[in-house]
């Protein structure tokens, strides 16, 4: 009795593989109207592959790098484009503000953290950074090699920077003036290399880390306007720290329109010429390397964690209303910005499911239309012993490997489509996108077999029902 | 052993079809001929479970097909009954080895290689079907009917389309393989070159709405 269960089951098994073997056969053997269906499916797939994972690993790398960050203050500006420059360094920086003035924010009893920024200059197309260690912290850096910058001039690498660079500890670089590669080299402040971070997964990877004091530096060196005879009075104020005056409240305006300047060069690359003949001119009239009062500088940004969010509420629009600078809510922007991609997104993914749709049709339509030229192949079929059901089985088999063909090709399709995403969003934007496997596309696969089906369903019902008899009397 | 008796067909809006009684043993061959028109596929394809009498009976070796519901006659077919038609029909996409091993209850392919050598078409067993002559189409349909070892042969027209060589040829082949077998061999036909060198011969004749037998 089992032998002949056994046997039974054999026979389906048997039944099966035939079955599979003869729909990929058919497949294969009109191979015009499959590869029409499999392109349109493939298409389709792959445009809604890449919306997917760019989105889900923008808005994952967002977050990431968003961590713990309540309040990003800066110049005033677009609060978007403050959050872009301060928080993931893809965009130029609103402007400056007054280091006194973000230190008395800083010292706030309900801030918990705060970490000033000033960007400097760039090298090799990745952002100089001057930071506080809190800042390494924050991302829970580790440091392959080295350790964290002692005194000026000297650069902490982040993971890609190092990778790509090749530069190794002990090791010296210049930066160039701006954003841009090759633009203006700073050849008179060289930075040394004292360490290199282990990968983050984070904005960190792609940013050369320094303390405050030597973006100051060589910005104060190579842009300061102040007159020769000043310049005592300048030291002496740096040996006596945090003294104040209220003369100086002159200089720092005129720092601030200077390094407001600095920023125009990376929106107005044409700038370069006459910037560079400012600088050699700047450059006979100063050749001292001090740095003044350091109240008296410029920083780009101050990245703050309040104590508990509610002691707070009030703090972004005191900042707005009472000083020089512009307090934003960074996750605000983010979702604003998301809000605004979706939008976008949306209409790509609805377009995509219409060639999906298409892709369904044309299934649909070649199926049925081979039904007649194929009836004698199904009357045969059932004359050696197939079901009605077996027939159904076949055309619904043809559905789904048109369907997964197509699923697996666009799959393929838009991981290379990511991979030349990926090299510019790199270059542009220092973002990059990996092809691992996310949960939506998982989604996107039933989808796509669930139109396979449904395309098939009516070749194949029209197949099981098919009055064999009649078809073989047909002359 | 093929037993039909009373045995009587109606397609709807059309006049009953009323079959004399047959009996044909193992091993030996029944040609049934006849006009087109009265029903001599009809009545192969009641033999093969195609369709469902109005009346009467069939019992092949004690199975009576008329009594099977519709899945058991699939099977029985699959399992007992070879079919040649008159057109060879085969999967176009498959090769002929594939063709042959078609049927769920055909035999392994060591079995198909072997009925090809004896039906002398292992040469093609790796082509498409319609690579083939005529001649060799309709010999490949042969050794598909007998791949899972049938009962009964059932050939419709199986030389209507053959030169005379291979009309002779098929004819050979077909009661070969009935031996080999051991099945009983009806083929429905209108072809006269068939007429010798058969056990028994039955025509159809259409009077009004009725075939009989002579």
């Not at chain 1, 797939?45 to 994952?60: K, R, T, W």
């Not at chain 1, 720290?241 to 060069?265: G, I």
């Not at chain 1, 309040?306 to 703090?315: C, E, F, I, V």
């Not at chain 2, 079919?83 to 029909?89: A, E, L």
């Amino acid at each position: 009795m089992t032998l002949l269960i056994k046997a039974l089951n054999l026979n389906r098994l048997k039944t099966y593989a035939m079955l599979i073997k003869m729909a990929w056969k058919n497949i294969i053997h009109k191979p015009l109207n499959s590869i029409l269906c499999v392109c349109l499916l493939l298409f389709g797939v792959s445009i809604i592959s890449v919306l997917i994972l760019i989105q889900h690993q923008l808005e994952q790398k967002f977050e990431r790098d968003l961590e713990n960050i309540d309040l990003v203050v800066g110049a005033k500006g677009s609060p978007l484009q403050l959050v872009l420059s301060a928080v993931y360094h893809i965009d130029a920086p609103t402007g400056n503000i007054n280091f006194a003035e973000a230190k008395n924010l800083m010292n706030n009893p309900m801030v918990e953290e705060a970490i000033p920024m000033a960007y400097g200059d760039s090298y090799h197309g990745y952002r100089i950074l001057g930071i506080t260690e809190d800042y390494l912290n924050k991302y829970s850096a580790q440091f392959r090699e080295g350790h964290i910058f002692q005194k000026s001039m000297q650069a902490v690498l982040g993971a890609k920077v190092a990778r790509t660079s090749k530069l190794k500890i002990g090791d010296t670089f210049y930066g160039s003036h701006g954003q841009v590669e090759g633009v203006h080299v700073h050849d008179e402040h060289a930075y040394q290399v004292v360490g290199i971070l282990e990968n983050t997964n984070s904005v960190v990877d792609n940013l050369v880390l320094t303390n405050i004091e030597s973006v100051w530096e060589v910005h104060n060196d190579n842009h300061g306007h102040e007159p020769e005879a000043e310049e005592a009075q300048h030291s002496k104020n740096h040996e006596e720290h945090e003294h104040h005056d209220d003369s100086e409240n002159e200089r720092e305006h005129e720092h601030k329109t200077n390094h407001e300047h600095e920023n125009n060069h990376k929106h107005e690359g044409n700038h370069e010429h006459q910037t560079k003949q400012e600088h050699e001119n700047e450059s006979k009239l100063k050749k001292s390397k001090t740095i003044h009062n350091p109240d008296s500088l410029d920083i780009t940004a101050v990245l703050l964690k309040y104590k508990t969010r509610n002691s707070a509420m009030g703090m972004p629009r005191y900042i707005n209303q009472q000083t020089n600078m512009q307090a934003v809510i960074p996750a605000l922007e983010v979702n604003r910005l998301f809000y605004m991609l979706g939008v976008g997104t949306t209409t790509l993914k609805w377009i995509a499911g219409g060639i999906i749709f298409m892709a369904g049709f044309s299934v649909f339509l070649v199926l049925y239309s081979r039904l007649r030229e194929r009836q004698y192949e199904l009357a045969l079929m059932r004359s050696v012993g197939y079901r009605p059901k077996d027939l159904l089985g076949l055309l619904l088999y043809e559905g789904l490997l048109l369907a997964g063909i197509g699923y697996i090709f666009g799959w393929l399709l838009s991981r290379i489509g990511l991979y030349f995403i990926s090299r510019q969003a790199e270059n542009d934007f220092n973002l990059h996108f990996g092809g691992q496997w996310i949960n939506e596309e998982i989604s996107l696969l039933f989808l796509t077999i669930f139109i396979g089906v449904v395309a098939s369903l009516l070749p194949a019902w029209k197949a099981m029902r098919m009055d064999v008899s009649a078809t073989l009397s047909k002359q | 052993m093929l037993h039909i008796t009373d045995l009587s067909h109606q397609y709807s809006n059309s006049p009953k079809i009323v079959f004399p009684d047959i009996s044909a043993e193992k091993n030996s061959t029944l040609l049934i001929k006849g006009a087109s028109g009265c029903g001599k596929t009809t009545l192969l394809h009641l033999l093969a479970g195609l369709i469902s009498p109005l009346n009467g009976e069939i019992i092949l070796n004690e199975n009576k097909i008329n009594e099977l519901s519709a899945s058991q006659k699939d099977r029985f077919r699959g399992e007992h009954i070879g079919i040649v038609f008159q057109q060879s029909y085969f999967i176009k996409s498959l090769s002929v080895l594939d063709n042959l091993l078609l049927s769920p209850y055909a035999g392994s392919s060591s079995k198909a290689i072997q009925i090809a050598k004896r039906l002398n078409i292992q040469e093609f067993l790796s082509q498409k079907p319609n690579q083939l002559s005529l001649g060799q189409q309709q010999r490949v349909s042969i050794a598909r009917a007998v791949m899972n070892t049938p009962q009964l042969i059932l050939a419709d027209e199986p030389t209507s389309a053959l030169d005379d060589k291979n009309c002779k040829d098929v004819l050979n082949l077909l009661k070969q393989e009935a031996q080999v077998n051991e099945a009983t061999l009806v083929i429905v036909t209108h072809d006269q070159r068939l007429d010798d060198s058969v056990n028994q011969s039955i025509e159809l004749k259409p009077i009004k709405d009725v075939c009989y037998a002579d």
